[in-house]
Nanobody
Framework: QVPLVESGGGSVQPGGFLRLSCRIS????????MAWFRQASGKEREAVVI????????HFVGSVEGRFTISQDSAKETYFLQMTNLKSEDTAMYFC???????????????WGQGTKVTVSS
């Protein structure tokens, strides 16, 4: 069973909305921190948001603050990234990840999903 599975990506116009889901299972559920990263074509993977529900800590990175929000289902098995007012620069492959500590570095996260593609274009 794949421990992290993303879904919800797609193509939208600028100003549009998407909600990404990350279903977490197995040993990755015990990680303290969850994260969403994204990687645009030809660019390095970058953090979008790092959060810990247990610690009440969340950190949005850069231009997504104020446009993106996070939530979880009641069973704490699925996490969501709500993206509003999408811009062309949000186009990327989006990955969810989990790890044991707060970090903006992808290498500090042990569990990864396969990614879901988001395209923002008119």
């Amino acid at each position: 069973q794949v421990p992290l599975v993303e879904s919800g990506g797609g193509s939208v116009q600028p100003g549009g909305f998407l909600r990404l889901s990350c279903r977490i299972s197995g040993y990755c559920q015990s990680s303290e921190y969850m994260a969403w990263f994204r990687q645009a074509s030809g660019k390095e993977r970058e953090a979008v948001v790092i959060f810990s529900w247990g610690l009440g800590h969340k950190h949005f990175v850069g231009s997504v603050e104020g446009r993106f929000t996070i939530s979880q289902d009641s069973a704490k098995e699925t996490y969501f990234l709500q993206m509003t007012n999408l811009k062309s620069e949000d186009t990327a492959m989006y990955f969810c990840a989990s790890g044991g500590r707060f970090s903006l570095r992808p290498e500090d996260f042990a569990c990864w999903g396969q990614g879901t593609k988001v395209t923002v274009s008119s």
